[in-house]
């Protein structure tokens, strides 16, 4: 035997293997859905193209591609991983905080292909690039973005630290992308803005659920309650990524008991191996019973969505705004031969009544508001619509009135105006 069969032969086991890992966490390999027909097809194609293409073809190059189709086929948050992604996701999981970036968190739904901004961190340089909620990333410094998995795009856009990035983007409604250069540096998370309303309505916002937001948001909120605070709204609008931790301890301060979220799994293989997790609300925790309202919107994802599936399910609040854009899973890291590694979804978030918050059917992801208020501009980012069809954003900023806002301090004001549930304005 040839060592070219040798190394064919090697990369096809490896990807046995990693067939087999995926489909035994997800449960979606077994003779019943043809799963061992299509890897026995892929065998039959791959010594084709090594014993009949017209060309020496790249073994190596042409499996690694098929690894990478595979895992992120299945889990757009997933990656088949080479060493450099590796130590570089290590480093970012370890202490994202330190690393730099844009400022932007990012997802990458399966029916793009390409990377979509889902939020930017106010002061950051994406925002001060004039980066949106729903622009997508079509690629960076040249390299198309469509073949990469989301550690390799943040990886681009790490390094070489305070060296500008070139970004293609494709804006809602445009045809054609638009350049633009943001500045890669560590973006520190913004303070939590906290002020009295009309009404002794609280007001607290946390832009970014980084580590210690959950006691400053503490500090804040107990600050304005000591000032005689009646009611209180939490804005939520555009908070994406952060600590899933700092999430559950803020939903704490308003749930005195009960969980505030479940972590598991969908597939009933796994769910029988390992029962889905109450994570309860601590007693000693909550700071106040007060009635509350919390803004959302299609760019609230991740922890924060933790916080308003908690609130709305408990019947501790009204959520008001669109739906979130549906995020939820927690991710881990399977070392492989010569320094790879594969990165797959190994459970989900569900609120407390047991919804998915990152369905597998992006139309029913995220938190669906109580009360569904859209802003007069409102850029339209739903896991469920492409953002190519969104309204385009005017050129010019416009000051709309807060139309999200000010429903949430009017129920506030007069919980009797929450009308047969919600149909919106």
Known sequence: MSSKSKYAILLISSVLVIY????GMLGRV????GSYQQLTIFTEVLSRLQNDYVDDPNIKSAVDGAIRGLVESVDP????LTPKDVAFYKDYAANPQKIAGIGATLAKPARLGYPVIISTIPG???TKAGLNSGDIIESIDGLTTRELNLVQINSLLAAPMGKPVALSVIRSRRADPE???????????PPVEAKMLESNIAYVKVPYLAPGKAQE???QLDGLLKKGA???????????????????EIANLFIESGPLAYLGSTNSSQAQKKPREALNADPKQV???????VLVNQGTAGPAELVAGAIEDSHRGQIVGVKTFGTGSIQKLIPLEDGYGLLISTAKYFTPSGKEIQDNEPQDSGIKPTLEIRQNVEEALDASDDPTDAPAPPKEKVKDEDRQLNKAIEILKDPSKISATNKAA
Not at 30 to 33: E, K, P, T
């Open 20 to 23: 087999a890992i995926i489909g």
């Open 179 to 189: 350049i633009v250069n943001v500045n890669r540096e560590i973006v520190q998370a």
């Open 124 to 126: 950051g340089s994406a």
């Open 287 to 293: 700071l106040t019973k007060l009635p509350v309202a």
């Open 77 to 80: 948050y997933g990656g088949y």
């Open 217 to 219: 948001t503490r500090r």
């Open 30 to 33: 077994s003779a019943q859905n």
């Open 230 to 248: 009646s009611t209180v709204i939490l804005d939520l609008r555009y908070t994406a990524g952060g600590d899933d931790k700092e999430a559950l």
